[in-house]
């Protein structure tokens, strides 16, 4: 036991014998471990993106709901009269009235 585990510290295994197929195995199992930090940093790079697009998606969404506000508190008949008394205008006194066109034969 002692003998195996200071034969495996002195990397004897990489020079006895069967040693190309130990570096082989140890290629490959180097091989598996980058490519999976690589996906692991690939995975955490979507998380932040994904994070990022939805902050950008609740700041449109209360720009939106902003805009409509405002546009609704514009739409208003007294902001309408309130501008438009502004600019020299004022409403009518009189009702509207329906003019009716006769056809000519």
């Not at 902050?55 to 501008?83: D, H, K, N, W």
Request: glycine share 6%.
């Amino acid at each position: 036991m002692k003998k195996g585990l200071l034969d495996i510290l002195k990397g004897k295994f990489l020079v006895s014998g069967d040693a190309p197929k130990n570096w082989l195995f140890l290629l490959f199992a180097s091989f598996l471990a980058a490519l999976m930090i690589s996906s692991s940093h690939r995975a955490d790079e979507k998380v932040h993106e994904i994070a990022a697009l939805n902050e950008e998606v609740r700041r449109l969404r209360s720009e939106f709901v902003e805009g409509r506000s405002t546009v609704q508190q514009i739409r208003l008949e007294s902001s309408i009269r309130q501008t438009m008394g502004d600019a020299g205008l004022k409403p009518s006194i009189d009702p509207p009235k329906k003019i009716k066109v006769k056809a000519q034969d």
